[in-house]
């Protein structure tokens, strides 16, 4: 019998007994609830980590491409499942903001084991995947850049990595636009192994590429090196940081040893904490050395239990290229590094 017939009955009484009124309304309230569960406002389930607490999140919602178009996704980076794992969720804590710093290079110096390692700190918020704005979606606005950043509280830094940046004659202008406080930091890497690391990222998406020295050299006898070719192109740090110098002053660049950050990742990041004014809180706590890798990984990442190395891509094995070929590349880059070094105050023991 449904519950209107009951209420007929009551109404007319021809039912009087008490308990049947409690049924009746007891349906009448659990046909609300569900109703009210089905618009999903009754979720009595733990709020994921990051509604929560914003801080202690970072980055789970990253940009990605895909068909050559940046999609904003759900990053899936935790070993072990949290509440909320793979769940779009709002986060609608804090503000949108430029970023105060950004790792504007360079490419396979490190900078993707240098963001991941500053993502450990609460104070720090960042973009996941590269955004290529001021080099290339630029035309899409300050707005539209803004709108890729996370959710930051005061008092948290707001960052991105793109690499490209580095060397790109427009970005030092279009940055300074922006803000002319932006803090810069630049992982640099010997300009050989950088060249090497480069060559050997192409070569797994092109396994047919010429060799090494052919890309590098227009004639290896006389050690003339191809300048054109972007592997050894982007190593001429001095040149690059020239145009950088015309609109920021030395106190807005960070350094950092690329090298160092392999055999000293704490150390390195206690220099790149104090650039950007945060508390020291990511320790050598934080890090161990995998031997298999060899190279450092993180003890415990943010929302995760398990220890994370960075994937296949980073710290991959490169060809064996001659000690002759990559002789005459130092001796080619030297002076360009000494002027790098004069230039930045820093000896990163390239020679
Ligand atoms: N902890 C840790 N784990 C793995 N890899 C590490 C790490 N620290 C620095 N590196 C070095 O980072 C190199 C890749 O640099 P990037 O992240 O700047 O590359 S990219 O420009 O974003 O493609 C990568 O270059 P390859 O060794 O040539 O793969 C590494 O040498």
Known sequence: MGCGAW???????LVRS????????????????????LTGS????????????????????????????LRQVVLDTSAQPSPGRGIPVVNNFGKKRFPQAIIIGVKKGGTRALLEFLRIHPDVR??????????????????????????????QITMEKT????????????????SRSTKLIVVVRNPVTRAVSDY???????????????????NLSSGLVDTSWS????????????????????????????????????????????FLGLKRLVTDKHFYFNKTKGFPCLKKPEGSSRPRCLGKS???????ISPQVLQKLQDFYRPLNQKFYQMTGQDFGWD
């Open 231 to 274: 592997a050894v192109q982007i190593g001429l740090y001095a040149k690059h940081l020239d145009i950088w110098q015309q609109y920021f002053p030395q106190s807005q660049f960070l350094f950092v040893s690329g090298e160092r950050l392999v055999w000293d990742p704490a150390g390195e990041m206690d220099r790149v904490q104090d």
């Open 163 to 178: 690499p490209s940046y580095f060397v790109t004659k427009e970005a030092p202008q279009r940055i300074f636009r922006m």
């Open 314 to 320: 980073k710290g991959r094995p490169h060809p064996h």
């Open 18 to 37: 008490q308990p049947l009124v409690s049924v009746c309304f007891t349906m009448f309230v659990v046909f609300i609830y569900f109703f009210y569960c």
């Open 42 to 69: 009754c979720d009595t389930s733990p709020r994921p980590i990051y509604e929560q607490h914003p801080s202690k999140i970072h980055s789970r919602s990253s940009l990605v491409m895909q068909d050559g178009v």
């Open 126 to 155: 960042a973009v996941g995947a590269e955004a290529h704005f001021f080099d290339r979606f630029y035309d899409k606005g300050l707005d539209w850049y803004r709108n890729l950043m996370p959710r930051t509280l005061d008092g």
């Open 200 to 218: 050997t990222q192409t070569l797994s998406k092109s396994p047919g590429l010429p060799s090494f020295q052919e890309l590098a050299f227009k």
């Open 7 to 13: 209420k007929n009955r009551v109404r007319l009484g």
